[in-house]
């Protein structure tokens, strides 16, 4: 009897398994997913299976946006304030514009105002200045925060905004922050801080969409003022960590219409987590002395499609002679890959900065499964050598750059949601340029040499790494 039991265990646990095989080969985003997950249902269903219905979905699925086409409460109220913007929407400037706006279904707005913020000084001074500066709310929202010195610098800052009467909303991904404890947000709550979760699996409908996560950082103060980019909350990210060493990233500090689509993110964001409509200010003001353009585009897994993918492309597409890129994690994919050689082979300067030192290994492996094919192609890949590269930033041309918080990996590409600021901005792009020349100047420049004759088992290592790349 318990022979027979074990084997209809076993004959169960296969059927499955080819059962899930199927569901992956009709449902995932990319062939390369697909594969990963049929090779690993078929040959080891014992791990696989409960692996692919806790982190498998292809889609993130409740998530209501009011930007989409149903009829909801955030529509509803989002639809009141939509004239006091349209003195500012600006026309697109050309067919590329004009695709950025659809992917991103928001508006080009004229009227404002972008600062690049260059590494963790720069950019906590601003966001802490802004916090004080604060008369009516405040959004924040972070993937990482922990509690430690910058923590506690932050906790202070909103606190001090809750006694003042400014309302404070606080949102954090419940993964990215699992080791912040409950007794830092005890604390900001009991100040009378508004704070939760971004819980992917809320609920037990969605009690399988374990693998996606909110990657956003977000800041918003009064609907006037807000902050993007690459940074989260902790001492890392002053470069006070030994183990990472120096910390490069770059953030953006908004002002003018802009910020509504910032607001708008966060918005949505904050509905998913508490489901509640959060009472926010939605008169769009332009800023005084400037007039830039700006299109906010935010992207995930609740998309229809692939936003931050068909972005990328779009960006690579449409430059002409220079297309920079900074990610710490490049694992692109094949439509990414596809876009950058094409690019170089026509001609542009196609540069793609990256971390000389890995932080997540299995991304960092599967980089060398294709970095060949790119350099032979004429692309050029920068190792920054001072310390962590965690900015994403993107410069195409003269004429525009992007700020934001997307990785070049399938994860940020599919499985988180993340936001980003195209800006088609001559002058915004200029100091861009400068800026990446300057950490260009402290890189080393891969060659096709030492990609090529690493040892064997490396190169195994890094194909079965890359290969695996999809699912994480």
Not at 71 to 80: E, F, G, K, N, Q
Not at 151 to 175: P, S, T
Request: aromatic content about 10%.
């Amino acid at each position: 009897m318990a022979s027979w039991l074990l084997g209809t265990g076993i004959m169960l646990i296969h059927l499955l398994g080819i059962v899930s095989a199927v569901m992956a080969l009709m449902s995932s985003r990319t062939s390369q997913g697909a594969v990963a997950w049929i090779i690993s249902l078929l040959t080891f269903p014992y791990v696989a299976l409960p692996a692919y219905w806790f982190f498998g979905r292809p889609r993130f699925y409740g998530y209501v946006m009011a930007r989409g086409e149903r009829d909801t409460v955030l529509r509803r109220v989002l639809a009141r304030y939509q004239e006091s913007a349209l003195p500012f929407l600006a026309p697109p400037t050309n067919s590329d514009t004009q695709a950025v706006e659809q992917l991103a279904m928001m508006p080009l707005t004229r009227g404002n105002n972008a600062t690049l913020l260059i590494d963790g000084d720069a950019t906590f001074d601003s966001l802490f200045e802004g916090i004080d500066r604060a008369e009516h709310y405040l959004l924040l929202q972070f993937f990482i925060v922990r509690d430690d010195a910058l923590g506690r610098r932050l906790q202070k800052h909103l606190v001090d905004a809750a006694r003042r009467g400014v309302r404070v909303y606080f949102l954090y991904d419940e993964i990215g922050s699992r080791k912040l404890g409950e007794g830092y947000l005890k604390d900001l709550s009991i100040e009378g801080v508004e704070v939760s979760a971004f819980r992917s699996s809320r609920g037990l409908k969605h009690r399988f969409q374990l693998n996606f996560r909110n990657h956003r950082k977000v800041a918003v103060v009064d609907g006037k003022r807000g902050w993007l980019g690459g940074f989260n909350v902790g001492i890392e990210y002053l470069g006070q960590n030994p183990r990472h060493g120096p910390w490069r990233d770059t953030h953006l500090m908004l002002e003018g219409p802009s910020v509504l689509g910032l607001q708008e993110a966060f918005w949505e964001d904050w509905h998913w987590a508490t489901g509640e409509v959060a009472s926010l200010n939605w008169q769009a003001e332009s800023h005084p002395d400037h007039d830039q353009h700006v299109v906010i585009v935010p992207s995930g897994p609740a998309d229809k499609q692939d936003t931050a993918s068909l972005l990328i492309q779009q960006l690579i597409h449409s430059a002409t002679h220079r297309l920079w890129v900074t990610s710490p994690y490049f694992v692109p994919d094949q439509g990414v890959q596809d876009a950058l050689r094409l690019a170089a082979m026509r001609g542009v300067d196609v540069r793609v900065m990256i971390p000389e030192r890995p932080d997540h290994l299995l991304v960092f492996l599967s980089a060398f499964a294709f970095l060949p094919d790119m350099l032979k192609a004429g692309v050029k890949i920068y190792r920054y050598l001072p310390g962590f590269l965690h900015q994403k930033v993107i410069l195409i041309d003269n004429d525009a750059a992007t700020v934001g918080t997307v990785n070049l990996d399938n994860r940020s590409f599919r499985l988180n949601f993340e936001i980003t600021a195209f800006i088609p901005n001559p002058e915004f792009a200029e100091k861009v340029h400068t800026m990446l020349e300057q950490d260009l100047a402290q890189c080393r420049r891969v060659t096709i040499d030492e990609v090529q004759q690493r040892p064997l088992w490396k190169k195994v290592v890094s194909r079965a790494a890359y290969l695996m790349s999809p699912v994480q």
